[in-house]
């Protein structure tokens, strides 16, 4: 029985910038090291998590059976196929959006406490019940952003919110980075988003047409394909979480591209 | 009202001591009755803090006529327990900028003390003093002056009521959208120098942008 869960909210304000992605490559990484983690889809309206780690097809009970006590939390948590760790806790449908109360969320969520290490609230777009409910029980937050304005705005709107209800700490994930584009000023800058959002920088994670690979074939690209640059990404945003220390990445030089690369190699004398 | 005209500047930000508490009861031993101007320097005090610094001073017979201190923090908790206060900037040219009754009256002031984020809506009956940013998509209204201890990258509209003599200054005029009064000004294209903090008030029917005057 684990006592010291950590319950974290991803949450964006903005859709589509990255949260389920966020939350399903951040389980597979906690889970292989080591940490039991649980993720639970609280986009009940636009349900997705399932789909992304693959388990769609093996989803018998959902968080709404659980709640009417129609089952047992443990026959409702679906277990990974490869990694016996992660567990995750489907979305019941769009209509539970109509009587979910912030405290069915925290119920569940102090089920899940009992035993996990780690428990990742996918959260809904936008900033109303949705949010407020899967907000209710959780204790920290990532907010998820691209280096775009209006989903910076969300952000900020979002981070609001979280601040006014105590949520600590909240850290930023800054996805989408686009290196060349930053390096010719054509997206926002990364100090561009953290002056305006003024939170901790837990990870960039780097725009890659693997992603969309993986999210097709349902399994998440920390679990088979840990080199591309999302998935290394993914894997420094589990390792910061820990508290390890790893320096961000940084897109000018992964812009520069293999002459840069090279003229480095060189210069430590490899050759 | 002002039996004791002589007024005696204590600093109590003094390195000798070990804290502010100790120093301004050691260099109140050597003052007989008087009336004192406490300046803090950049000490952040809260009005707890400064009833103790009144409690200390009364110990010794003296009066705190008035407050000064280079943290807005200090100013605003002096302000709100109703001593004359004085809000002095340093800007990076160590060139200080004293702000007090004489160019900005504060009246009923309101204090912000955090960003000031995206949907947020901030109101004051009288002025407002924010001590962080207002983001893009917030909102900052007051009916006399704002004063933004930041950057002001939202809307600001100062002089709710239709006073046009309000003003709103910032670390960094950035708006997306400044009012004065019934005046409306879209904020300006080119970004402003570091280091200089602005003021926008109405001159002639129009609102104006201009360096926060040095005194
Ligand atoms: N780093 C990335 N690189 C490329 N595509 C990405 C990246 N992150 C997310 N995407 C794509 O963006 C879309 C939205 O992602 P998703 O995680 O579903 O967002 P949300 O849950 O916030 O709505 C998906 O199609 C996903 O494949
Ligand atoms: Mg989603």
New binding site residues.
């Given amino acids: 029985m684990a006592t010291d869960t950590r319950v974290i909210l991803i949450c964006?304000g903005k859709?589509?910038?990255?949260?389920?992605?966020?939350t399903a490559n951040l389980g597979i990484s906690l889970a292989r090291q080591g940490f039991t983690t649980a993720v639970l889809d609280a986009d009940f309206g636009l349900r997705?998590l399932d789909l992304l780690l693959g388990l769609e097809n093996r989803i018998v009970y959902t968080a709404q059976e659980v709640l009417e006590e129609e089952c047992r939390l443990d026959q409702a948590l679906v277990k990974h196929k490869q990694e016996a760790n992660l567990s995750l806790l489907p979305a019941g449908n769009p209509r539970m959006l109509d009587w979910l109360k912030p405290d069915d969320m925290r119920r569940i969520v102090d089920m899940l406490k009992e035993q996990f290490n780690y428990v990742l609230i996918?959260c809904p777009?936008g900033v109303e019940d949705g949010f407020k409910n899967a907000m209710a029980a959780s204790q920290e937050a990532i907010v998820?952003t691209n280096p775009e304005v209006s989903a910076v705005r969300d952000a900020d709107r979002v981070i609001g919110l979280l601040n006014t209800n105590a949520i600590k700490p909240v850290q930023l994930v800054l996805?989408?980075v686009r290196p060349k584009m930053m390096a010719n000023q054509e997206m926002l800058s990364i100090d561009d988003v953290t002056d305006i959002l003024a939170l901790p920088l837990l990870g960039l994670?780097?725009?890659?047409?693997q992603?969309?690979v993986s999210?097709n074939r349902g399994e998440p690209l920390t679990l088979n394909s840990l080199n591309s640059p999302?998935a290394k990404c993914y894997l420094n945003i589990a390792k910061r979480l820990q508290g390890e220390d790893i320096p961000l990445i940084d897109p000018l030089e992964e812009s520069s591209g293999f002459g840069a690369k090279f003229r480095r190699l060189m210069q430590t004398k490899i050759f | 009202m002002n039996s004791k005209p002589q007024k005696i500047i204590v600093n109590i930000q003094d390195c000798k001591y070990p804290s502010w508490k100790v120093c301004l009861r050691n260099k109140l031993k050597y003052l007989k009755s008087s009336n004192l101007e406490i300046d803090c320097k950049n000490l952040d005090l809260s009005c707890t803090d400064l009833l103790e610094v009144i409690a200390i001073s009364n110990q010794s017979n003296c009066t705190v006529i008035s407050v000064c201190s280079t943290s807005l923090k200090t100013t605003v908790s002096a302000q709100s327990l109703g001593y004359k206060s004085q809000f002095i900037i340093e800007n990076h040219l160590n060139e200080t900028l004293k702000i007090n009754e004489k160019n900005i009256t504060i009246s009923k002031t309101n204090f912000h003390q955090g960003t000031v984020r995206s949907g947020e809506y901030l109101e004051s009956s009288g002025d407002l003093l924010i001590l962080g940013d207002v983001n893009p998509g917030a909102k900052v209204s007051a009916e006399g002056n704002i004063i933004i201890w930041g950057r002001l990258l939202g809307i600001a509209h100062a002089g709710s009521k239709g006073d046009s003599k309000s003003t709103i200054s910032a670390l960094q005029l950035r708006p997306v959208q400044l009012r004065i009064a019934s005046r409306v000004a879209r904020g300006p294209k080119e970004k402003p120098q570091l280091g200089f903090a602005e003021q926008a008030r109405i001159d002639s029917e129009e609102i104006i942008i201009c360096p926060l005057e040095t005194t």
């Fill in positions: 964006s859709g589509g910038v990255g949260k389920t992605t966020l997705n996918d777009a998820v996805n989408r994670v780097l725009e890659d047409e992603v969309i999210t999302a």
